[in-house]
């Protein structure tokens, strides 16, 4: 098999819950850094223009957002597994929480007693992507108790959870769930200067955080974008056309269409031509210059599909 390639950059939380996942999977991979701005014009060739961060790369497979990738992990390297405690499926529910509205308030949280002080193109982006193009960050700033009393208390159901007696979230062995809490746990340690306060109050979050951090994240080698790319365009994609004839949608190999992400974030639409179909996971072809042709995959939940 090719190299597991992780394009991220290392303050990026939502990469954190994928380099947690290969540090449970113990795993080797390659680190490609990419920019902080989307200027990441080899790994856009790639993706098809798919902006977030991380991006999985398995010679001309490319797997975008971290439910694809945690998908593909758990296929390809199954123990031990993210879904421990005969917890298959519950941990992608719980992933609509900790990603959608927990991470919402983590990023108010870390970005919005800091912002004034950031670079602002940064700042602009990050806001119109997570809070929407009316953002104000003075605003958030201001309302920084509200949102202080929202986030507490649901982080309180996670150290209730690890009041119960067992390391990990749902039991003896760290699991998916693990992945998710984490991230957010880490996000707020590594951005809020309160952080220390902030978390005084949740001994039993305090001790799995340091189980968590112990996990590590495997052993990774650097690798530059262009090596990548390389890697890309002198790789076949083993990736077979797949249909799934119950698919509410009709959606069959062939078709062309745009995928993109279900937020107001002002994302661009990738398009291409449907290769694999399935409930859970949709791949299409991308045809490019730089990196041939490689095969995308995206997840069904949180993305629309139009058929061009
Ligand atoms: N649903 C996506 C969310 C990814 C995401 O929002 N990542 C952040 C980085 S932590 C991002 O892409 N920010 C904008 C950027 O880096 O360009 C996933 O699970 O992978």
Redesign the pocket.
Known sequence: MSDLILH??P????????RAGFGLKSLAWRSVE?N???D?PELFAMTGGY?????MQIGADIY??????LMELEDRFPEPSFFPNQGAGLPFAL?RWT?GSL?DLAFRVALAPVAADLPPAFVA??AR??IGANADMEKERADLPHTLAQFRAQIGWLEARLDTGRPYILGDVPGMPDLLAWFIVW?IKERYEDAPTFFAEFPKLQAWSDRMSALGHGRSTPMTPSEALDIAKSTTSPTREASDPRDPQGLTPGMMVAIS?LSDSGEKPVEGQLRRVSRDRLAIDNQNPLCGHVVVHF?RV?YRVTVL
Do not use: A, M, N
């Open positions: 991220h950059y303050p990026s939380p939502v990469s954190e819950k994928v990419q902080r701005l989307p990441r902006r977030r961060i991380p991006v975008c957002d971290t439910q694809c990738i992933s990603d991470f982006d990050r992507l997570y996000f992400p997840p949180g």
